[in-house]
């Protein structure tokens, strides 16, 4: 019999701020969807196409736009790219930032230590770039594709304006017959990915509740009394979140009964009814990395939220250093791949101190081909 597992409701919607969306690069010929080329011998199948490893052509791409005044201006979005040094490679593998920024509107700045505020600051011209950690490895057996990993920032990524310079003809590079395509890590089997987890840790459920609007401030003492009662409802943000508690085959058995069409006569526990959230997602156990994925979509596309306290991240500047964030990346890269393929080193190739300005950045070589 399946026992209720624990529970935790919160008020807001707490997730972390970086997480890793891991995607995979195919190039093949347009009219062949499901022939993929091997990415270290496309001029065996387009003899036009730059370069005969991706590889090449990827960092050939990343070295024309980190070049100092090499910025894409997308005038319709108002997004900036760039690709930020340094940029590092060994073989197949590339790491590095791309960096892009939202311009169009002014800002004022307001100093949270100085108490005071800067009018104007930003000017509508002004992009307010952030840096985007990548991972680019081609696998040693299964080379039809690349894994290619993106960190996102809060709600904000790059993939979309990357893709647009990358692939979308702003290179003005002739390419031949060759379909260039980056595609999310993704399922539509959704049971067979909680089977195949090695285990479950969590599942979170996010939706919209109406409490007394006076509940919102009974724990402050500040609030001044008007005579009045606050009255009223708010609408808020609830979240729930369960976990095993030491009892992993019942939650598995759980988690797989809230998905369309099963029954689910466990859910109803503490006066809680799963038609009172929006959405449900599951985070499983792959090696070392924890995927979060949708219980109620059609295709399940990846994540991982990269806690900064469980990855023991460097933060500078409200960011992941590159070199911390590299080591996670490093890990889910090698939970993603094939049993065949190789193992990839979990040590990042960009140096610690790249992203902390106070300390010396080390500029060490990149190693090539």
């Excluded at 790491?95 to 509107?105: A, C, H, I, N």
């Excluded at 840790?201 to 007394?212: E, Q, T, V, Y």
């Excluded at 009394?225 to 009892?247: A, C, F, H």
Aim: proline share 6%; charged share 30%.
């Amino acid at each position: 019999m399946l026992v209720a597992p624990t529970y935790q409701v919160a008020d807001c919607y707490l997730m972390a701020n970086t997480k890793l969306i891991p995607y995979w690069i195919t190039v093949r010929e347009i009219q062949e969807p499901n022939k993929p080329w091997d990415q270290t011998q496309l001029q065996r199948h387009e003899s036009d196409f730059p370069r005969n490893n991706l590889a090449d052509y990827f960092h050939e791409f990343l070295l024309e736009y980190a070049a100092e005044d090499e910025v894409y201006v997308d005038k319709t979005d108002e997004k900036t790219f760039t690709v930020q040094e340094p940029i590092r490679r060994d073989g197949n593998t590339i790491e590095g930032r791309l960096k892009s920024g939202e311009y169009g509107q002014n800002a004022d700045f307001w100093d949270i230590d100085k108490h005071e505020r800067i009018e104007d600051a930003r000017q509508e011209n002004h992009a307010e770039e952030i840096p985007y950690y990548f991972l680019f490895h081609i696998p040693d057996h299964d080379r039809s594709q690349a894994l290619l990993i993106l960190s996102t920032y809060k709600r904000k990524g790059v993939k979309t304006v990357f893709e647009d310079v990358f692939i979308k003809g702003t290179r003005r590079k002739d390419i031949g017959d060759a379909y260039i395509e980056i595609e999310p890590h993704y399922s539509d089997k959704v049971l067979e990915e909680i089977n195949d987890a090695d285990s479950i840790a969590s599942i979170r459920f996010r939706g919209k509740d109406l409490i007394p609007a006076r509940d919102q401030y009974a724990d402050r003492n500040s609030v001044e009394r008007t005579g009045k009662e606050i009255s009223g409802v708010m609408d808020v943000g609830t979240e729930l979140k369960l976990t095993p508690q030491g009892n992993q085959s019942a939650f598995r058995e759980f988690v797989k009964s809230l998905l369309p069409g099963e029954e689910n006569p466990h859910f109803e526990y503490g006066r809680l009814h799963s038609e009172d959230f929006d959405t449900a997602n599951v985070t499983v156990v792959e090696g070392e990395s924890q995927l979060t994925f949708s219980l109620w979509e059609e295709q399940i596309q990846m994540r991982m939220d990269v806690d900064p306290d469980e990855y023991d991240l460097d933060i500078y500047g409200g960011y992941p250093t590159p070199y911390s964030l590299g080591c996670v990346a490093r890990q889910l890269a090698n939970d993603l791949m094939g049993d065949f393929d190789s193992d990839i080193p979990t040590e990042s190739l960009i140096p610690r101190p790249v992203g902390i300005p106070d300390e010396e950045e080390v500029q060490a070589p990149p190693v090539d081909d």
